[in-house]
């Protein structure tokens, strides 16, 4: 079975601890496959992208794949400038 997790607005510093409690909780009860729905993500920095490392590598640590959907320039962009798009599965 899948989850799909839909990503907020705004991956930034400015507003990462808003969502960083509820993403992790979502990552961690997710089932075996998760998706994460990106298609709102309008803005993104170096925190955000970490963040989004952080819990994506603890997902494929405990046996979970992870998969995109609607993954917007942006976000693309940012982790090839930062080299992150193979760790945070993008590419």
């Known amino acids: ?3 799909e997790i839909k990503l907020p607005e705004n991956l930034t510093i ?9 993403l992790n909780q979502q990552f961690n009860d997710a089932e075996k496959d998760i998706t ?7 803005t993104v920095d170096s925190a955000g992208l970490q963040t989004l490392l952080i819990l994506i590598k ?10 995109w959907k609607n993954p917007p320039e942006i976000l693309q962009t940012s982790s090839e ?7 945070l599965v993008l590419s």
Do not use: P
């Open 1 to 3: 079975m899948s989850t």
């Open 14 to 22: 400015h507003h990462i601890d808003d969502h960083f409690n509820h």
């Open 58 to 67: 603890n997902s494929l640590d405990n046996e979970k794949s992870i998969s």
């Open 36 to 42: 994460l729905e990106a298609s709102s993500v309008e």
């Open 81 to 87: 400038k930062l080299g992150l798009s193979q760790a």
